[in-house]
C-alpha cells in the first residue's frame, strides 16, 4: 500500500484544515488507517485512526472534540478534518496503515507540514 498526504499549510490559530490521504492500492478491509503527527523535538503521536471495514475510529484526547478522521472507501481516502487548530498541533502529519491488530504502523505516507501561527 502506498500513501499520499495532502492538505497541509499555514493557518492561524483557531482556523481549520483538511488533510486527505490517498491509497494506492485497494485498501483491504483487515487495515487501520492512521494520522500521525511529529512535532520538533517530541515523540510521534498517534492523533487519530479508522478501521477501513467498520469505521471504527479513534482520536487521542489532545485533538477529541477538534479533529474529525473519516474515510471514503470508493475513492481509497482518509480525511482528517481538523477544526480550531492550536499552535501546539503544528507538527509534520502522516498518513499511515497497518494490519488490524499490529501494533506498529507498517505503512507510511510522506508527511505534510502543519503550521499554525498564534
Known amino acids: 500500500v502506498q500513501l499520499q498526504a495532502s492538505g497541509g499549510g499555514l493557518v492561524q490559530a483557531g482556523g481549520f484544515l483538511r488533510l486527505s490521504c490517498a491509497a494506492s492500492?485497494?485498501?483491504?478491509?483487515?487495515?487501520?488507517v492512521g494520522w500521525v503527527r511529529q512535532a520538533t523535538g517530541k515523540e510521534r503521536e498517534v492523533v487519530a485512526s479508522?478501521?477501513?471495514?467498520?469505521?471504527?475510529?479513534y482520536h487521542a484526547d489532545s485533538v477529541k472534540g477538534r479533529f474529525t478522521i473519516s474515510k471514503e472507501k470508493n475513492k481509497n481516502t482518509v480525511h482528517l478534518q481538523m477544526n480550531i487548530l492550536k499552535a501546539e498541533d503544528t507538527a509534520v502529519y502522516y498518513c499511515?496503515?497497518?494490519?488490524?491488530?499490529?501494533?506498529?504502523?507498517?505503512?507510511w505516507g510522506q508527511g505534510t507540514l502543519v503550521t499554525v501561527s498564534s
Open positions: 492500492a485497494r485498501v483491504l478491509s483487515r487495515y487501520v
Open positions: 499511515a496503515a497497518k494490519f488490524r491488530g499490529d501494533p506498529t504502523y507498517s505503512y
Open positions: 479508522i478501521t477501513w471495514s467498520g469505521g471504527n475510529t
